[in-house]
């Protein structure tokens, strides 16, 4: 089992930039696929970016492609969301997950993960 605690929300204005962390117990953080959601208020909880065991593959949500980049650090059971050009639509709490199987097909499904953090909220001014 996996405990996750994500930081480094807040507010910031439009066009600026936060980077988030999720942090992982455990000795077995490099088997787990990672993966960062977001839901804001009346949405369903939707995907945002997911990083491979050996961060060889990234996967970007549409909306976020380009601006946002994932990354992961095995040897300090850490995962970053980088976020650049924000805009007000990026406004939601994100969660990072962790999934077990490496080879999941609906990596872009919150149902595929296994473990979740508590969330950060992300608040972008206009």
């Known amino acids: 089992q996996v405990q996750l605690v994500e930081s480094g929300g807040g507010l910031v204005q439009a066009g600026g930039s936060l980077r988030l962390s999720c942090a992982a117990s455990?000795?077995?953080?490099?088997?787990?696929?990672m993966g960062w959601f977001r839901q804001a208020p009346g949405k369903e909880r939707e995907f945002v970016a997911r990083?491979?065991?050996?961060?060889?593959?990234?996967a970007y949500a549409d909306a976020v492609k380009g601006r946002f980049t994932i990354s992961r650090d095995n040897a300090k059971n850490t995962v970053y969301l980088q976020m650049n050009s924000l805009k007000p639509e990026d406004t939601a709490v994100y969660y990072c997950?962790?999934?077990?199987?490496?080879?999941?097909?609906?990596?872009?499904?919150?149902?595929?993960?296994?473990?979740w953090g508590q969330g950060t909220q992300v608040t972008v001014s206009s």
């Open positions: 455990g000795r077995t953080f490099s088997s787990y696929a």
């Open positions: 990083i491979s065991r050996s961060s060889g593959s990234t």
């Open positions: 997950a962790a999934d077990r199987n490496p080879t999941s097909v609906a990596v872009t499904r919150a149902y595929v993960y296994d473990y």
